[in-house]
Structures are given as C-alpha cells and as structure tokens.
C-alpha cells in the first residue's frame, strides 16, 4: 500500500528544475506533500484532492493523474532552501483519513 | 497556524524499560496520528487515536508495545514498551484539524535506546 517514489535522490544546482514522481496501486482520493529538512519535522506542501485541481504556489505545483494514481511535484528554478526530503502521502478512497508515505526522495541544491 | 507540542524532545533509555511520549495539541481535534521514522527512513504510520475509542493499530504494531491513550480532545500519549535498541527512532504526534486535509506534525521525540 506505501507509494512507490522516484527518483530516489536529486543533487541539483541553483536554479535548475526537479520532478518527483509518486505512484500507489490503490485508488486514491487524495495525494498529499511534504518536505523535510534534518532533524525537523515534515511540513505540509499542497494537498491535490481526488476531482480537484493541479495546485501551485510560486515555483512548486504538483498534478494527479487519478486514472493513473500518479502524482508528480514540480520544482521549477530550485533554491538553496529547497534541499530537504520530499514525501508524498497518500489516501486511499474509502480509508479512514490516515495518510501512508512513500520512502521520500532527497533533494540537494548546490551553489 | 497549528501548535503541536510533544516531550520529551529527546531521550536516551536503557533496554528494557518504557517511555511515554507526550503531545499536547493547541485546540480540539478529532483524528490524531502516530508515526514512527527510523533513521533515514520514511513515516510509518503506527497508530490512529481518536478520542472516545480504542485506537486502531497499522499491521506490524501491537497495543502491548505500543499502548496510546486519548483522555481527551487535545491530548494524546504514546507508551513505547520493553524497549530494545530497535526501537530507537523519531515519534512523531500528527493531527488533522476538523475541517481540514492537511496533517501537521509536531517536532517528534528523538528516541535513543541503549
């Protein structure tokens, strides 16, 4: 049932762009993500909803496929404060709310 | 913005003994979450605690190692029981406000086991 993320690990330089990519075998009906930094906690991204809209702020959006239960997390001209892991979590439809993460894919933005 | 608070922040406990996590949320809410982070590792989702009912365990996790209490709408605790160096992990209390999608996670209890 844990998403499947790829790809597992990016070292990116300032300003370049990323894709992560998250897929689950379930029928979802929502794709959460996260970000987090060492030795903190995970903090909230954007939420894509299962009918909704692909959501954005800034540089980062995100789109669901939902006849592929597949989601993808777009970070466009990457900043230093970027690095971090990225989770998505997922909700499967009919679940009880909880979220199940993927295995994350770390994200390192040089100089 | 939503504050959760756990303690202790951090522990080290010799094998054998139990330590409960606490966490303490800044206003009333339904769904409250346990997860696990082993080092370098993903959130594993351990337990659903709602108030009023038993919480409901993920496969893998058991009430005897792991019994949670609900005593009310703002504060849950985790116990982690008979602890061997396996156990040593991140705790992470989550919450999802009523009303809302998002789950917020408190800063976590860095747990060291000896």
New interface residues.
Partial sequence: Q?PVQSPQAVILREGEDAVINCSSSKALY?V?WYRQKHG?????LM?L?KGGEQKGHEKISASFNEKKQQSSLYLTASQLSYSGTY?C?TEIQGG?????????MKLTVNP | SAVISQKPSRDICQRGTSLTIQCQVDSQVTMMFWYRQQPGQSLTLIATANQGSEATYESGFVIDKFPISRPNLTFSTLTVSNMSPEDSSIYLCSVRYDGANVLTFGAGSRLTVL
């Fill in positions: 844990q929502s959460h903190e906690a995970p903090v909230f939420i909803l989770f979590g009880s709310e909880k979220l199940v993460f993927g295995k994350g």
